[in-house]
């Protein structure tokens, strides 16, 4: 599985962002998929997930209300619509693939395959 993120740039706090990430591989529909970011010197985190189906989401407390995952199986596309941003949302962004578990886990290891990553940077 190959995956390719697109969508970051520079936006004022208070702005939006949509992430996509673009999947290669006929498996796309069967894996679940999460978004996580990593901050300038901190580790990497969660930020949202979701099932093969779409049925099953889970959020970071940190974005619950602002950010939304979805997905397009039939185009082999995940998505990260970010609302409300803020500096502390400054980040690179990740898609990944976890191809070994149907229900949607916020830890990094059980994710099998990344993305490059996409800045997204926001000014207060």
């Known amino acids: 599985v190959q995956l390719q993120a697109s969508g970051g740039g520079l936006v004022q706090a208070g702005g939006s962002l949509r992430l996509s990430c673009a999947a290669s591989g006929r498996t796309f ?60 949302d400054t980040a690179v962004y990740y898609c990944a693939v976890d191809a070994s578990r149907i229900a949607v886990s916020p830890l990094e290891y059980t ?12 000014s207060s």
């Open 29 to 88: 529909s069967r894996n679940v998929m999460g978004w996580f970011r990593q901050a300038p010197g901190k580790e990497r985190k969660f930020v949202a997930g979701i099932s093969r189906s779409g049925a099953s989401i889970l959020y970071a407390e940190s974005v619950k209300g602002r950010f939304t995952i979805s997905r397009d199986n039939a185009k082999n596309m995940v998505y990260l619509q970010m609302n409300s941003l803020n500096p502390e």
């Open 111 to 122: 994710y099998n395959y990344w993305g490059q990553g996409t800045q997204v940077t926001v």
